[in-house]
């Protein structure tokens, strides 16, 4: 089932802008996750921030949570035309964590 | 390199013909899953085994099993593929222990003719 909304459903920016992703969830969570997803390939784990850390660096990637809010944001920091893809996020929730409840994604189409 | 293979990449099938997917694993997870994906849709949990404890998802059609003969492997059985059974298969694993990471194959693109 899922869960997650994402905001914007697609995202067009030029190589070097800093690209922004929002996720939204409405259960408790364990934790919160982001994939990327290269068109026709599997998903790729990027990130995942726990229920108790507000904000988290990996490379270009930050990632901030606000369990207030129930929501996460992905930044992607100096966009390269490689990172054009899918982004998702997913959730690991307090109850069962063998499932992930996932986001309906964000197409992020960086232009050279 | 440990990793989660998935064969064929590539199937088509004819409406009603059975049809089997192949998923194996050389990371040792004792979690597996089965997704299908819709072009631009995320992906759907079919059902998932954790070890040999096999856990179907409520609104997964009957129309699909699947089989895990041992850690490394698992399989998808599609008993009698529909035309909206056309998806991207896809697999993975994790470790219980790892609060849900998941490691994906590349995917198996399903057409049903």
């Known amino acids: 089932s899922q869960q997650g909304e994402e905001d914007p459903q697609a995202l067009s920016i030029q190589e070097g802008e800093n690209a922004t992703m929002n996720c939204s969830y409405k259960?408790?969570?364990?934790?919160l996750q982001w994939y990327r997803q290269n068109s026709g390939r599997g998903l790729v784990h990027l990130i995942l921030i726990r229920s108790n850390e507000r904000e988290k660096h990996s490379g270009r990637l930050r990632v901030t949570l606000d369990t207030s809010k129930k929501s996460s944001s992905l930044l992607i920091t100096a966009s390269r035309a490689a990172d054009t893809a899918s982004y998702f996020c997913?959730?690991?929730?307090?109850?069962?964590?063998?499932?992930?409840?996932w986001g309906l994604g964000t197409s992020l189409a960086v232009n050279p | 390199d440990a990793m989660v293979i998935q064969n064929p990449r590539y199937q088509v099938t004819q409406f009603g013909k059975p049809v089997t997917l192949s998923c194996s694993q050389t990371l040792n997870h004792n979690v597996m899953y089965w997704y299908q994906q819709k072009s631009s849709q995320a992906p759907k949990l079919l059902f998932h085994y954790y070890d040999k404890d096999f856990n179907n998802e409520a609104d997964t059609p009957d129309n699909f099993q699947s089989r895990r003969p041992n850690t490394s492997f698992c399989f998808l059985d599609i008993r009698s593929p529909g035309l909206g059974d056309a998806a991207m298969y896809l697999c993975?694993?994790?470790?219980?222990?790892?609060?849900?990471?998941?490691?994906f194959g590349p995917g198996t693109r399903l057409t049903v003719t």
């Open positions: 259960t408790s969570i364990n934790n």
């Open positions: 993975a694993t994790s470790r219980i222990d790892r609060e849900n990471e998941q490691y």
């Open positions: 997913a959730t690991s929730g307090a109850g069962n964590n063998r499932k992930l409840i």
